[in-house]
């Protein structure tokens, strides 16, 4: 229901008129879902709280008041599960929605919707110890597909950090995902591909970032099934770069990603003039 979505028109509520309109938001997922369950004799639960969904804004996020989003929790084999429905569905483009099913969200580990999700009351976190709002905002933006594809965050990085006009970043990359990586400057929505370079060493890829000058800055990291997967955003980095660099990195093509190779010079693009350059 993207016009209840945006608020342009009243949002289909009940079941039945969550059923006669054949769409709704997230809440009439979550309430659909959770009588279907009890139907099928499954103990389920609604939860709501706060999600980093289509209008998540890494620059500026907060949990008060800890609602907008709903989800649910299903007791199976008597342990809690938790599921997102209305995510797996598909997503909001403007003002169309696309349907595109997945399975991201479904019963993924707890640690995992802690990325995403951060439900109004802590019990529904299903952690120990439970998360405070502070470290959950603290917590970088890594979707369901990021531990769908069995992608690992080596290094330690933050929702958002300050840096100077350089970053590193490691990440564990099965050889069974495709991979790729920019940088989206946030002032005027342009891409900056060659700003990032990904060496390879085995299944860890070393992201090396330059940053092109001082601003706002989002790493936004894009995997797929391999070979011949649709990549799609996996997780983002907020960046506020107090420095810039003239010079960026050689493009990097989809060969160089499934090869897993390693440049070792030359790392500077583009090339000096009448100057001799060695290649390996």
């Not at 951060?118 to 905002?137: C, D, G, R």
């Amino acid at each position: 229901d993207v016009a209840g979505y945006l608020g342009r028109a009243p949002r289909a509520s009940g079941l039945d008129g969550v059923l006669h309109a054949g769409s709704s938001v997230c809440q009439g997922y979550a309430d659909l879902f959770a009588e279907m369950c009890r139907l099928g004799g499954f103990e389920v639960k609604v939860i709501s709280g706060h999600g980093r969904g289509g209008r998540y804004d890494p620059f500026n996020e907060n949990v008060t008041p800890p609602t907008g989003h709903a989800w649910n929790a299903v007791r199976i084999g008597g342990q809690w599960q938790l599921v997102d429905v209305t995510w797996d569905a598909g997503n909001v483009n403007g003002e169309a929605f696309t349907k595109d099913y997945a399975t991201d969200y479904l019963f993924a580990p707890a640690d995992a919707f802690a990325h995403t999700h951060f439900p109004a009351q802590v019990e529904h976190q299903y952690l120990s110890p439970p998360l405070p709002p502070e470290q959950f905002l603290a917590r970088p933006y890594l979707r369901g597909a990021f531990f769908g594809h069995d992608l690992r965050l080596l290094s330690p990085q933050p929702r958002m950090a300050t840096v100077a006009d350089r970053l590193e970043l490691q990440l564990e990359v099965p050889a069974y995902t495709a991979f790729d990586a920019d940088l989206q400057d946030q002032t005027d929505g342009s891409v900056h591909d060659q700003a990032v370079l990904t060496q390879w060493a085995g299944t860890t890829a070393t992201l090396h970032v330059r940053i092109p000058r001082p601003g706002r800055w989002l790493l936004r990291v894009f995997a797929a099934a391999a070979p011949g997967g649709k990549l799609a955003g996996v997780a983002e980095f907020a960046l506020h770069a107090t420095a810039g660099g003239a010079l960026a990195y050689p493009k990097q093509f989809p060969n160089f990603h499934q090869m897993r190779a390693t440049l070792l010079e030359p790392l500077d693009s583009p090339l000096a003039a009448a100057t001799a350059t060695r290649f390996r």
